[in-house]
């Protein structure tokens, strides 16, 4: 659908973000995924789902950032809600997900990353939880539910990037491998968790979610909270006009 492209292997569904020149998600994009992920779950010949990035460049760079200089606490917050939900969606899926990060996973990127299960990293790649770029914070609960480290707070409150290698001994990503073989190795493991049993699979993943669920739902709610009110700011919309005319932004503290 559109920017979001499905496809088969065997029992592996693989779905792949392409929206030049970085994979950066609009709301419709959002959609698609949601849709695309919705036909894989109920296709009952697909047992695994490789979600990925077209090109060597990203993953997902994060968002639309041209959609945010609009948004205020109630529009804001709708589509924190909207894109939010799919990412639970995601993360309540039926089925094993693997993330195959091919590139930068920026932002709302590195969100979804977060919510698969398997995450498995080119040697470039690069991940950073960027919102506080962009005078707003995101994916927090996700980042807590690998563990409140040091690095999940240094990216979280700076903003910056951490490479592939960083983000495996910090427990963010499972594998690190070369570009060339990525995909085949992403391939490879969803092809010896698919020959598993369909109903052990599915739960073993409620069980998985469920560990995790109550710290989740807090902080999701907590931080949706936070981000309604951030939408109204004035350094939001300072730092995403600044982003876009590519200069330092002026923060005013309000």
């Known amino acids: 659908m559109g ?3 499905a496809s088969k292997q ?8 392409d929206c030049p020149p970085v994979n950066a998600l609009d709301s419709r994009a959002y959609f698609a995924l949601y849709e695309t992920m919705h036909d894989f779950a109920i296709d009952e010949e697909v047992r695994v789902v490789i979600l990925t990035g077209a090109g060597e460049k990203a993953f997902v760079a994060g968002a639309d950032v041209r959609e945010f200089v609009k948004f205020n606490s109630r ?6 809600k909207k894109n939010g939900g799919v990412r639970e969606y995601i ?3 039926p089925k094993p997900v693997i993330c195959a990060i091919n590139g930068l996973a920026y932002g709302g990127g590195c969100a979804l990353a977060l919510v698969c299960d398997i995450r498995i990293a080119a040697e470039h790649a690069k ?3 960027s919102e506080i770029n962009m005078g ?3 994916a927090i609960p996700y980042g ?6 040091g ?12 490479t592939a290698e960083q983000a495996y001994y910090a427990g963010i990503v499972d594998e690190v491998v070369p570009a060339a073989d990525l995909m085949a190795r992403c391939i490879a493991l969803a092809e010896k968790i698919a020959a598993k049993a369909p109903v052990a699979l599915r739960k073993a993943k409620e069980v998985l979610v469920a560990a995790t669920e109550q710290l989740m739902q807090d902080t999701i709610e907590l931080e949706t909270a936070a981000i309604g009110e951030l939408w109204d700011t004035e350094d939001k919309t300072e730092a995403v006009t600044a982003f876009l005319e590519k200069r330092q932004p002026r923060f005013q503290g309000r």
């Open 3 to 5: 920017n979001v492209l």
């Open 10 to 17: 065997g029992n592996i569904g693989i779905v792949t973000f």
């Open 75 to 80: 529009t804001g917050l709708v589509y924190t």
């Open 91 to 93: 993360r309540h899926y």
């Open 127 to 129: 991940l950073s939880l």
């Open 136 to 138: 707003i914070i995101g």
């Open 144 to 149: 807590a539910s690998i563990g409140v480290s």
């Open 151 to 162: 690095t999940i707070r240094k990216l979280v409150y700076s903003g910056e990037s951490i």
